[in-house]
């Protein structure tokens, strides 16, 4: 016999997070539930309504769901969680499939399809029907006829999703902080938990494996997954060494490479090339697609008139976080297709100033003004804000004490605190008493790791050729969810806005790992300091009419920001977490 009960309350400026807590024992009060400052931290995630369900079982017993919700997807906002005869789902992200009707938000979609017909085929529907979500996400459902808990991320791991044990206690939730010793769910795993056994059963994303585990070991285990060293996270190249053979396509780019005609002039010899050129088609398709299904699937209001229930709104509702690389700004062209003219485009650029003696005209800054106006040339009817954000020693210090670094945690770096940094006052948007009143951030999340932006894929190919490059970017492939896309989530969502990633769109990423690496990158010094890096992207801007941005080096958020200080190794544990 289970006891529902419900409750709504309406409030302003919330964002999608989800918190699933059970307790064991009658005398276990919930401990996130009661936390204003957790909670409050879910309700930051998104705007609109913040509900909760609870069951109790005959055990003893206590499982509470919260839902606050970001209105994405369908004509009306669906508050969480969604409660049926059969289950109680909370879900946060976004489902970009285009079979679904869009007129239907995607929650729902969701609900219909993982609900199971009967008792005994529950397990496998419910997994299969995960398996065919497609988008980023992170998803709890109870089944009430099996009493399992689901709980999973997207196989990419684009979302947050944390664990936290005690005796007695479970807490599952988008964000918590250092007061909770918590580990992020890996996201190589759908994770059914019987609350009645206490054993938990792992489905491969990748396969149609299983493991079995009893709750006790699941954190430990979840654990050992998060702190792998890069050392010993390695895989295996699926093409044996030996089979490697150089075709004619890598000596047709290493005698580009030697041509000294000009940086422009060696691109248009490298695009003459049949299957340079077919590659940059297909590519420059699918990265218009996945931009366009990213900008389209929103209610298409700002903030503030989605607050006002305005009924129309002109106001900017994309932004781009931009430091005027190569990345970002072929999605900021991209965007340029697919927004409608009256409204603008936020360029949000941020910039940090250590101490008194020190400029805000940091290299991200330069470059950034300077795609900006490449941009405007390209698309002068567009109205493009690029949006200076300065922060002062004094103002990042304060923020990385009292929210940053619980927002970072589980992540404990000095690295992850740099970069977690320069990601929530980006995301914030605020230049003084301004604001951007963007819903939507565009990122160029993935960008390095599937096409060779790192000087780690330049050593590789030195060291062991081809393969060597292989290896690594498979490598890095294997083990993004496990770094830092979770979270990026967690300090973005932070102010009410939803990244959208369009270089980690499924169909994308599935034809660019199955290329060859010299169809990714060519880390050939003869080509200018830099070009070899992530080529087939600087083609796909070349192509698109880009000229400025095509020969810009990669230079990495904490750097080119100015926020990271050379003196410290980056993955040094910060001091802020040397006590959790």
């Known amino acids: 016999m289970l006891n529902i009960i419900s409750k709504c309350i309406n409030v302003v400026i919330i964002m999608c997070g989800i918190i699933c807590e059970i307790c064991y024992s009658s005398s276990v009060t919930p401990k996130v539930y009661n936390d204003r400052t957790i909670l409050q931290r879910i309700k930051n995630r998104g705007p609109d309504c913040f509900n909760t369900s609870e069951i109790n079982s005959d055990g003893g017993i206590r499982i509470i769901f919260c839902g606050a919700v970001l209105w994405m997807q369908g004509q009306e906002l669906t508050p969480q969680p969604v409660e049926s005869d059969v289950g109680i789902l909370l879900y946060n992200g976004d489902i970009f499939d285009e079979s679904w009707n869009e007129s239907v938000s995607d929650t729902m979609t969701i609900m219909k399809k993982i609900a199971p017909k009967t008792e005994t085929s529950a397990k496998e529907h419910i997994i299969a029907q995960l398996k065919l979500l497609k988008g980023p996400f992170s998803i709890i459902y109870y089944d009430k006829l099996t009493q399992d808990l ?35 769910v890996p996201a190589t795993h759908i994770y059914c938990l019987n609350i009645n056994t206490n054993k938990v059963t792992l489905h491969s994303w990748a396969s149609n494996e299983t493991e079995n585990y009893l709750i006790e070991d699941l954190y430990e285990t979840f654990q050992k997954q998060q702190n792998i060293p890069d050392e010993d996270f390695k895989v295996a190249s699926e093409t044996p060494r030996e089979l490697w053979i150089e075709d004619d396509l890598i000596e047709f780019l290493r005698a580009t490479s030697k041509n000294n005609d000009g940086h422009m002039k060696m691109m248009e010899t490298l695009l003459s090339h049949p299957t340079i050129i077919i590659t940059v088609r297909r590519l420059t398709e699918l990265l218009q697609k996945s931009v366009k299904i990213r900008l389209k699937r929103q209610p298409n209001k700002c903030k503030n008139c989605l607050i006002s229930r305005e009924n129309s709104c002109s106001h900017c509702t994309i932004g781009i976080l931009f430091s005027g690389g190569l990345d970002c700004t072929i999605l900021a062209y991209l965007a340029h297709r697919y927004v409608s ?12 100033k250590k101490d008194s003696m020190a400029s805000y005209d940091v290299p991200d800054r330069l470059t950034g003004r300077q795609s900006f106006e490449e941009l405007k040339t390209l698309c002068p009817t567009r109205k493009w804000n690029f949006i200076e954000v300065n922060v002062p020693k004094e103002e990042l210090e304060e923020f990385q004490m009292k929210t940053i670094a619980d927002l970072v945690f589980p992540r404990k770096t000095i690295l992850d605190e740099s970069l977690g940094s320069a990601l929530w006052f980006a995301s914030r948007g605020q230049v003084e008493d301004s604001t951007s009143s963007c819903r939507v951030l565009l990122l160029g999340s993935g960008a390095d790791e599937l096409f060779g932006g790192y000087k780690r894929h330049y050593n590789a190919f030195k060291r062991h050729s081809w393969p060597g490059l292989s290896e690594e970017l498979l490598l890095d492939w294997k083990r993004i969810s496990f770094r830092n896309l979770a979270r990026d989530n967690r300090v973005i969502c932070d102010h009410g806005r939803q990244p959208r990633m369009p270089y980690l769109d499924e169909e994308f990423t ?31 801007a070349f192509n698109l009419g880009l000229r400025n941005v095509v020969t810009l080096p990669k230079r990495a ?15 040094d544990l910060s001091s802020r977490f040397l006590n959790t």
């Open 150 to 184: 689901y709980f999973t991320r997207d196989r990419i791991g684009r979302n947050s999703l944390l664990f936290h044990k005690m005796d007695n206690y479970i807490a599952i939730s988008n964000v918590l902080d250092r007061r909770y010793n918590c580990v992020e």
């Open 341 to 352: 003219e009256e409204q603008s485009i936020d360029l949000i650029n941020v910039a940090f």
């Open 510 to 540: 599935d034809y660019v790992l199955n290329l060859k690496p010299w169809l990714k990158c060519f880390p050939s010094d003869d080509f200018g300091p830099g070009i070899g890096d992530k080529l087939m992207l600087r083609l796909v």
């Open 557 to 571: 958020l904490q750097f080119g920001s100015r926020i990271a200080n050379k003196k410290e190794k980056g993955s």
